[in-house]
């Protein structure tokens, strides 16, 4: 078999699989958040934290909660980096410097899980365990619980309610999250990832010395890491360590977790404002996207220009033998059309448009499928500036699934819409001009730029992917990496919680013949059209000094 031909064969196989997942996870999800009930161990949660699950909120209230809830996160992850080196079971680790442990507490609770050390060398099991997976889980629950609000936003009226955070938060973690990666983790496990508490073993001799290796609870981090879209591996190497990803199998079994819940949500969605067509709709512009974004990925790493490409069946630099170009390149655009990060390749050595295209994936705001609840809202927001767009050509106000999207409900998009893209080229042009950041750069030119440019577009989007040519663990790319993902993650999220609110107390307005059907494939032509424009306006000066003048030239 030909390495395109397996390349097309997994991704086939992929899209079955999440076709199969589609229909009943986001079934169950929407029951999940439509559901007056609470399981005894929430109840025990909520007596522990002293909430009542049943207190609506406003949008201002549920915003509070969400950013109390993630600044106590910070907080408490910081302290346990500071204090692993009189922690048990730190393996004999030295306790996290300040700014790398501000950077990494940052990193996880938003969701981003961008990593300035090497996990295997650095972090203890404590640290591991009770820190980064505690909140590889909350951080993925805070992001479905937000895009739940905006969702109950469209469907609610007259009302300025949006639910409770603090129950939204509980059953996106024990009923949707913690369930899946158990077993998603069992899977991993009976696929040869690792799963102990060991201690560090020498592993025979090699070259006159040693090399050292230490186990931890691989297979529970990975499968959360993926299912949650956060990224963070326990090795240096992620998803492309053998002891994280063992074989073929578990790389498309890995993407599959990525891709499965945020896609699911669309499902989600169309069952709560009361029209599985308008999911649908979200849906096709996100497969739509992505699998645009496969096919050229595929095809750049595919291009055989030269005898070594051609004996290597492709461009194998940085990539693992045992996936290939196929499952990299698959991997590749998944991890960075979502917030997920992970890596089982090296993206600084895909050809110079390869990485442009995993960079422009981050640019687009990681929305076809996105992250765990944060594509959800992204693409909901781009889909208010479709119907905008589309209101000013035919001279009427816009509407969007019976709202009005008046002047306040614009402004909010636009702020939203406006946040990652000053960030990234705000702290990138910093790094450029500043004397010391440079010194970071591994390369110089256009491939070195693309290595700046790429973590702060990874931070911002809070993808925590890398170009890994750029020594990040600097108090320089520390501190500002770490403040660009606290502000990509949270300041979007004022402006979507009070944009639903904003539809939540509208009353509906009835459909005429003049509303847009959001539901019909036109929708989705413009949609994906608005999203691309947006992106390229914003965007495409940077990405001409960098990748696109590496890969052109």
Not at 315 to 324: D, I, N, P, V, Y
Request: proline share 4%; aromatic share 10%.
């Amino acid at each position: 078999m030909g390495p395109v031909l397996a390349g097309v064969l997994q991704l086939l196989a992929l899209i079955g699989a999440l076709a199969l997942a589609y229909v009943p996870l986001g079934n169950y999800m929407a029951k999940v958040f439509s559901s007056e009930k609470h399981w005894r161990v929430e109840k025990w949660i909520y007596k522990g934290i002293g909430a009542n699950p049943d207190t609506e909120m406003r949008w201002a209230s549920y915003l509070r909660g969400v950013l109390a809830f993630s600044a106590a996160g910070v907080l408490f992850l910081y302290l346990l980096q500071r204090l692993q080196g009189s922690l048990p079971g730190s393996l004999g680790f030295s306790s996290i410097e300040p700014a790398q442990a501000f950077n990494t507490a940052a990193s996880f609770v938003t969701n981003t899980n961008w990593q300035s050390y090497s996990g295997e060398q650095t972090m203890g099991h404590v640290v591991q365990t009770a820190g980064l997976a505690v909140q590889n889980f909350v951080s993925a629950a805070v992001g479905i619980a937000v895009a739940v609000a905006l969702v109950r936003g469209f469907a609610r009226s007259r009302t300025g309610e949006l639910g409770n955070f603090w129950a939204d938060l509980v059953r996106g973690t024990v009923r949707v999250l913690v369930p899946v990666a158990a077993i998603a983790a069992l899977v991993l496990v009976a696929c040869g990832a690792l799963q102990n508490f060991s201690g560090i073993h020498e592993v025979g001799q090699f070259m006159g010395g040693s090399q050292q290796w230490n186990g931890g609870a691989v297979a529970s981090q990975e499968a959360i890491k993926e299912l949650g879209t956060n990224g963070g591996g326990y090795f240096n190497a992620n998803s492309a360590h053998p002891f994280e990803n063992p074989t073929p199998f578990t790389n498309l079994f890995e993407i599959f977790l990525i891709l499965v819940i945020p896609l699911a949500l669309t499902r989600t969605f169309g069952i709560m404002v009361g029209s599985v067509k308008q999911g649908y709709a979200i849906l096709a512009t996100m497969v739509t996207i992505w699998v645009g974004f496969v096919t050229l990925m595929m095809w750049t790493e595919f291009a055989h220009h030269g005898p070594a490409l051609q004996a290597a069946g492709g461009a194998m630099e940085g990539k693992e033998a045992r996936f290939g170009v196929g499952g990299s390149a698959l991997f590749a655009v998944s991890t960075t059309l979502t917030s997920t990060g992970a890596v089982d390749s090296f993206h600084s050595s895909f050809t110079g448009l390869g990485g442009g295209i995993t960079m422009l994936g981050m640019m687009l705001g990681e929305i076809a499928p996105g992250g765990t609840g944060s594509g959800l809202y992204g693409m909901l927001i781009m889909a208010i500036i479709a119907v905008f767009i589309a209101g000013l050509m035919v001279g009427r106000t816009p509407e969007y699934l019976g709202k009005k999207i008046g002047a306040r409900e614009m402004k909010l998009a636009a702020c939203y819409i406006l946040v990652t893209p000053a960030l990234v080229l705000i702290f990138t042009s910093a790094s450029m001009a500043l004397r010391t950041p440079p010194h970071s750069m591994l390369n110089s030119g256009a491939h070195g730029f693309s290595e700046v440019l790429y973590a702060f577009t990874s931070a911002s989007n809070n993808n925590g992917s890398a170009f890994a040519g750029l020594n990040a663990n600097t108090d320089w790319f520390n501190t500002t990496t770490g403040l660009a993902m606290l502000l990509g993650r949270f300041v979007p999220m004022v402006f979507v919680l009070a944009l639903a609110g904003s539809l939540a107390e509208q009353k509906p307005v009835p459909a005429t013949a003049g509303t847009l059907r959001t539901e019909k494939p036109l929708f989705t032509g413009l949609l994906v059209g608005a999203i691309l424009i947006i992106t390229g306006l914003t965007y495409f000066p940077a990405l001409a000094l960098g990748p696109l003048a590496e890969g052109l030239a």
